[in-house]
């Protein structure tokens, strides 16, 4: 039996209920005056190759210092900004990149982020497409968590369970998310899509993190009357 996008949201969000996902400390942004928007763009930088524990650490050594805002790191020198990221592994590329598209919104949009992202959704992805280290799941996770835009982010987990349950899509980013975004588009109104995206891409990996693991914990999953792979194991 096929599983849908929408059962699985359903399934998940029924089970797990609202993750709230992508934290941001609005406090600490109320205070200091910088957009929480991008606490979301950093946090995606830092997230990849490792856990979202070590992301933390390093948000708070930038929030200690009172700089997690867009001027203030691209003004940054780098020997600091790698000091304070380091907690997330890879921390020489990862200065770079995140100095990169500070100075790239200083600059190109005098860090207003209502200026970079009120355009065409297309358009954002190019250029952030354009930048160093910028990937599809890094530019598409700051166009939906940031940016709220309507673009469903696929990654490592999502591509494990497109492999494991069945599903109509290869698990490829593009065929993975342009089948979904269809999917869900059919059922969801426009206002409330970008919301489903927000949800069901967080449940995904709380899910995967919970019971897909590499190596599944298959008995007690909710997914379990569904899936291909669970029943191979048996
Ligand atoms: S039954 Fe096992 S393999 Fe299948 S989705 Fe659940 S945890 Fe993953």
Redesign the pocket.
């Known amino acids: 039996m096929n599983i849908t996008p929408e059962s699985l949201y359903k399934i998940l969000f029924k089970y797990f209920r609202s993750l709230n996902w992508w934290p941001k400390d609005l406090g600490y942004h109320k205070k200091t005056g910088s957009d929480p928007r991008f606490e979301v763009i950093v946090g995606a930088i830092l997230t990849q190759n490792t856990a979202w524990s070590n992301v933390e650490l390093a948000l708070e050594n930038l929030k200690r210092e009172k700089l997690l805002d867009i001027k203030l790191i691209s003004q940054l020198d780098l020997k600091s900004l790698k000091k304070m990221i380091r907690p997330t592994g890879y921390f020489n590329q990862k200065a770079t990149r995140l100095k990169n598209i500070a100075e790239h919104l200083e600059n190109k949009y005098s860090g207003n982020l209502d200026s970079f992202f009120d355009r065409n959704l297309n358009e954002i992805r190019e250029e952030l497409l354009s930048l160093n280290g910028v990937g599809p799941e890094t530019a598409d996770s700051i166009l939906l968590y940031a940016g709220n835009h309507s673009i469903f982010v696929v990654d490592a987990y999502t591509k494990r369970?497109c492999k494991?349950?069945p599903m109509e899509t290869k698990p490829e980013y593009y065929e993975i998310q342009d089948f979904f975004q269809k999917e869900l588009s059919k059922i969801y109104k426009n206002n409330e899509i970008s919301k489903i995206y927000n949800e069901l891409h967080a449940l995904i990996v709380i899910?995967?993190k919970t019971?897909?693991?590499t190596k599944?914990?298959?008995e007690d999953?909710?997914?379990?009357k569904?899936?291909?792979?669970?029943s191979q194991?048996i």
């Open positions: 369970l494991r349950l899910f995967a019971y897909c693991k599944p914990n298959c999953c909710p997914l379990k569904f899936c291909k792979y669970a194991l």
